[in-house]
């Protein structure tokens, strides 16, 4: 490993390694900046829990911070659409009634303790909010307006202040990816953020002694990559630190089908293509089909999309409509009647022929073979039997795979199963459920959608549990 330089900009004040460095700037990135920065939640002491087991548990430890309590003994027994213990308590602290459709206040209170903050900086490719900024500006978000908020400034109050108005409490992805950028800068945090930067490699050594003689239980890390300058140009950095947390996300490379024909040139794995096409006229109402593949609610937007400019669509998924696990299954329609819509297509259409929707068809179970130059593709249908469809453009949105090209082995042997692709739905990074730092190396955290938690809702518990993790790391360091 090569010694570590502090190249410009991204000097500190001496050649010391960083304490952390976060690489990832969108919410879970913010978020532990926040609680770095000397941010620390205690529960107000008027404040009653509704869940009356956690109430009697907080009313234990007066004036003493939720940081500094034990999060396994807190979030014990705590249910909710989440499967971290953490994502919840930190949730329930947050927003106490939410899920009852309740709009009781957090019960925490934050002081800013300056004495408490931990040196670090995040690096980001984008502007802080990561990949809300490349998400068309327009789409109204999955999840309540509310529920995309981080902590001590809600989205209700910012919308308010900026006078947007927020349509069913769902916001825009435009609206959120300035939220974010608001928050950065409202709380004070932009000096520990740097744009621009592309991290191309995270490496780690042995522990080294330290001058006691004993041997420190975390290696120092170095992170190296280059920032880019105004004038597109690339000047590369590498930087030490004691801790390193990712949090890049998941939106980096999209899940492929693997089959012949799928690099051919009308074979799309972005949104963005169709959009494309459309303002090109390279599709029209007239055209062939588009062919879209997928049943999350990147398929749904698609089928969207496609309907408001007429555009005639075949939707082909391996699941059946009524499958527990389709994202559809688990809206309540109230909020989230365009994709209910969505679903209603699917379901109807592959019951009636001809369609109730036209320029619309729907077929579950099948499963793509292969991708014909002539613009063909071949299915097999749930009996076995093959099926031709003439089309013209695909579009395959099946998810995607986080990018950690930058780690050793791309971060393989980090998952949960090191033998299978790393999937924030699927094959999550393992990680400590209460500190987030990965089960196999010391010093290296991850959080958000690497770590399995994918509503921003439920990022900023894995953040707590990190910042409780190395504020108690700190604490055991001699003077």
Known sequence: MNNCRQDQPLSASSSEPLEVIIIGNGPSGICLSYLLSGYTPYVRPEAIHPHPLLQRKLAEAPGVSILDQDLDYLSEGLE?????????????????????????????????????????????????????????????????????????????????????????????????????????????????????????????????????????????????????????????????????????????????????????????????????????????????????????????DAVLFARHYNIPVIHAFRRTVDDPGLVFNQLPKMLYPEYHKVHQMMREQSILSPSPYEGYRSLPEHQ??????????????????????????????????????????????????????LSAKRNPIDVDPFTYQSTQQEGLYAVGPLAGDNFVRFVQGGALAVASSLLRKEARKPP
Not at 177 to 185: F, N
Not at 261 to 268: D, R, Y
Not at 373 to 395: H, N
């Open 368 to 421: 793509p073979v292969l991708f014909k130059e002539d613009r063909q593709a071949v299915f097999r249908d749930p009996t076995g039997f093959q099926k031709v469809f003439g089309v013209s453009l695909v579009l395959v949105l099946i998810g995607s795979h986080p990018n950690l090209s930058f780690l050793p082995g791309a971060g393989a042997d980090l998952a949960m199963d090191p033998n299978q692709p």
């Open 80 to 300: 909710g659409r989440s499967q971290s213990p953490v994502a919840l308590l930190f949730d329930a602290l947050l927003r106490p009634d939410t899920d009852f459709g309740g709009n009781m206040e957090s019960v925490l209170a934050w002081k800013h303790q300056k004495e408490r903050a931990i040196p670090h900086v995040v690096l980001g490719r984008n502007l802080p909010g990561g990949a809300w900024h490349s998400i068309e500006g327009s789409m109204v978000t999955l999840s309540q307006g509310q529920w995309m908020g981080l902590p001590d400034l809600q989205v209700k109050d910012w919308m308010r202040r900026k006078r947007r108005g927020l349509r069913n409490s769902r916001a825009t992805a435009g609206d959120i990816a300035l939220y974010y950028r608001d928050y950065v800068t409202k709380k004070g945090l932009g000096h520990n953020f740097v744009s621009g930067a592309v991290v191309t490699a995270v490496e780690w050594g042995t522990p080294e002694p330290s001058s006691s003689g004993a041997q420190d239980p975390s290696p120092l890390f170095q992170v190296s990559g280059f920032l880019t300058t105004e004038d597109q140009g690339q000047q590369p950095f590498s930087l030490c630190a004691h801790n390193v947390v990712l949090a890049t996300g998941t939106s980096d490379s999209p899940a492929r089908l693997g089959i012949p024909g799928e690099t051919l040139p009308f074979i799309h794995h972005e949104l963005s293509a169709l959009e494309a096409a459309t303002r090109a006229g390279t599709v029209t109402p007239d055209s062939d089909p588009i062919l879209i593949i997928g049943a999350g609610l990147s398929a749904a």
